[in-house]
Nanobody
């Protein structure tokens, strides 16, 4: 599976962005997917998870109530709607496909495919 993230940009605090992750191949619907982010000088951080059907969803505490993950398996696309953005949300955002033998979906170690990243910059 190959992933391509898009939708990042510069936005003022309180604004919104919608990230997309296009997946090539016919197996998108069999993968659980996540968004991670990496701020300058920091490690890759888990943001949100969605299972293969969209029925199971998780968020890191700092984005709960502001971000919404979704997927359209017919379009082979993953989304992240980000509202009420804060300067601390500034990071490169990555989409990732979870491998079948994971132990911890919040760990980047168990993901077998990554998008190239899209930069989100939130100004104060």
């Amino acid at each position: 599976v190959q992933l391509q993230a898009s939708g990042g940009g510069l936005v003022q605090a309180g604004g919104s962005l919608r990230l997309s992750c296009a997946c090539s191949g016919r197996t998108f619907g069999t993968y659980a997917m996540s968004w991670f982010r990496q701020a300058p000088g920091k490690g890759r951080e888990f943001v949100s998870f969605i299972d293969y059907s969209g029925g199971g969803i998780e968020y890191t505490d700092s984005v709960k109530g502001r971000f919404t993950i979704s997927r359209d398996n017919a379009k082979n696309t993953l989304y992240l709607q980000m509202n009420s953005l804060k300067p601390e949300d500034t990071a490169v955002y990555y989409c990732a496909a979870l491998g079948p033998f994971y132990v911890d979906y919040k760990s980047p170690d168990f993901y077998e495919a990554w998008g190239q990243g899209t930069l989100v910059t939130v100004s104060s």
